[in-house]
């Protein structure tokens, strides 16, 4: 009977593990409700929930086969950009918070669906964190690599990685319009919200 108990107790400390672990990978396919009050760190929020929701639609959807397309040689492909932007993800994730981000050669190898996931959590997590701030000096951008330390004030991030991965976000999705492949054209980016059918 002991041992029946214990298997069932761990059958369901599992089963709960599990559940937490499990990441929701769709909480951009609609644009959170907006803060009530018109705070700085509600504004900036919710551009990070903007760009969270412009990603989510760009890659929803994207094929194997469309992360290689590249109009030319020269130019990134679907899968580089993406990479792009989980840099990006991670400059506004460390800015959010107030750490550095560390540049080392050790990068974690990830498919294309847990890249896709890390942005989306670091998008996520980041606009909970910019949402609560009272003082949006504190989230500097700060960068650390064998070179040293550099530091930039807050209003760098609106114009360099914010927007900067609202900017890759829309290259991804002409990208893969040229590959054939492309996005849900009822993703409407005023209402953040599909369109009725």
């Given amino acids: 009977m002991k041992i029946k108990l214990i298997v069932f107790l761990l059958f369901i400390y599992n089963t709960t593990n599990a559940q937490n672990a499990m990441k929701d990978t769709t909480f951009y396919a609609q644009i959170p409700e907006p803060s009530?009050?018109?705070?700085p760190g509600a504004i900036v929020s919710r551009?990070?929930?903007g760009l969270g929701f412009r990603f989510y639609w760009a890659t929803e959807g994207l094929k194997e086969e469309d992360l290689k397309y590249k109009p030319s040689d020269k130019g990134r492909n679907i899968l580089q950009t993406v990479d792009h932007?989980?840099?990006?993800?991670?400059?506004?994730l460390n800015s959010a918070k107030k750490e550095p981000t560390v540049f080392s050669e050790e990068k974690k190898e990830m498919s294309f669906a847990e890249?896709?996931?890390?942005?989306?959590?670091?998008?996520?997590?980041?606009?909970?964190?910019?949402?609560?701030?009272?003082?949006?000096?504190?989230h500097k951008i700060i960068f650390v690599s064998d070179k040293g330390k550099k530091e930039f004030p807050f209003w760098n991030q609106i114009n360099g990685p914010i927007e900067d991965a609202v900017w890759h976000a829309?290259?991804?999705?002409?990208l893969r319009r040229s590959a054939g492949n492309p996005m849900n054209p009822n993703a409407n980016f005023l209402t953040g919200k599909l369109r009725d059918k």
């Fill in 36 to 39: 009530n009050e018109y705070t």
């Fill in 47 to 49: 551009m990070v929930d």
């Fill in 85 to 92: 932007v989980l840099g990006l993800s991670n400059v506004i």
């Fill in 115 to 138: 890249k896709r996931e890390a942005i989306l959590d670091n998008l996520k997590i980041a606009s909970n964190l910019f949402l609560k701030s009272k003082d949006l000096s504190k």
């Fill in 170 to 174: 829309g290259q991804i999705v002409v």
